[in-house]
């Protein structure tokens, strides 16, 4: 089986997949392009929706950063195990999706001053009780966030707090917020790391991207 994700240089809508490739141990081309490479790529039909991410498994043409996401947890078992479970898989990872714009929209428009009120003061608190109390209600917080193995609610939760609030020296200012607002999800994010030495490793030698 041969897979290639092709993406930007960013973590944005493709690290969530490069990170259960990579907890997986499933070998992957990472397949970085460059914004000066796209619109060529684009305009000569690279990619079904003309975006990426796209993900190739042999001969099949994957597109939806979600929708990779999904396909590869189902493909290796980090499934829900009822309805009701994979519906606090789904409204989880809908709520990152609703974060992640957010923050994305602020970002892009170079509203850097009220990125971080968002970050540190408002909306990044408000939503880390949120998660914090999805997490706490599953095993009082102290495992994954739904029923007792991972699922794309871990894999997303995770992407988004370790990208956003605490790589690339990031922990240094949000430090204090992510403690006070959402202490159990800090610790998720730390018992992750060391229950998966690949992502530790992969994380540790990535490209360092903005976003
Ligand atoms: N809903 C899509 C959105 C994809 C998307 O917005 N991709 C952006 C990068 S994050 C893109 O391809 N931008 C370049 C373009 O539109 O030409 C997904 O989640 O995959």
């Known amino acids: 089986m041969a897979i290639t994700l092709h993406y930007f240089d960013l973590y944005a809508r493709g690290e969530t997949s490069r990170i259960i490739l990579h907890y997986n141990g499933t070998e992957f081309t990472d397949h970085r392009i460059s914004f000066e490479e796209w619109p060529n790529l684009r305009d000569n039909g690279f990619s079904e929706f003309s975006e990426l991410p796209q993900m190739e498994i042999d001969n099949l043409k994957l597109v939806q950063s979600h929708c990779i996401s999904r396909y590869l947890c189902q493909k290796f078992g980090y499934v829900p195990k009822n ?25 892009f428009s170079g509203n850097f001053e009220q990125l971080e009120e968002d970050m540190q003061e408002t909306a990044m608190p408000w939503w880390l009780r949120k998660i914090e109390a999805r997490l706490v209600r599953n095993q009082n917080g102290d495992g994954w966030f739904v029923g007792s193995n991972p699922t794309r609610a871990d ?31 800090k610790a998720f994010v730390k018992r992750f790391l060391e229950g998966s030495p690949r992502v530790a490793g992969y994380l540790s030698t990535r490209p360092v991207c903005f976003f």
């Open 83 to 107: 309805h009701i479970d994979e519906y606090y898989v789904e409204s989880i990872c809908d709520l990152k999706e609703d974060i992640y714009r957010h923050f994305a929209n602020l970002t």
């Open 155 to 185: 894999f997303e939760i995770f992407q988004l707090i370790y990208d956003y609030l605490i790589c690339n020296e990031k922990e240094n200012t949000y430090k204090m917020m992510l403690e006070t607002n959402a202490p159990k999800v």
